[in-house]
């Protein structure tokens, strides 16, 4: 922490959801330390690869809609 207190932290860490995300005041209040964590995460470059059972599921929702 800059001046070891809670309210400048926050202040600080409101300050940088508003320019880094667009949130307004109310919507970093309401968030929770793990919502704001993944929000400020980088982006995964390599989303994980389908499973056999996950492939054979969107296979027959597919097979549902013909």
């Known amino acids: 922490m800059t001046d070891g207190s809670f309210g400048a932290e926050a ?31 980088p982006a995964d470059p390599t989303p994980p690869a389908l499973t056999r059972a996950e492939l054979a599921r969107l296979m027959e929702h597919d097979d549902d809609h013909d």
């Open 11 to 41: 202040a600080r860490m409101a300050g940088l959801a508003a320019r880094a995300l667009g949130w307004a005041p109310a919507t970093f209040w309401a968030a929770t330390p793990a919502e704001l964590a993944a929000a400020l995460a």
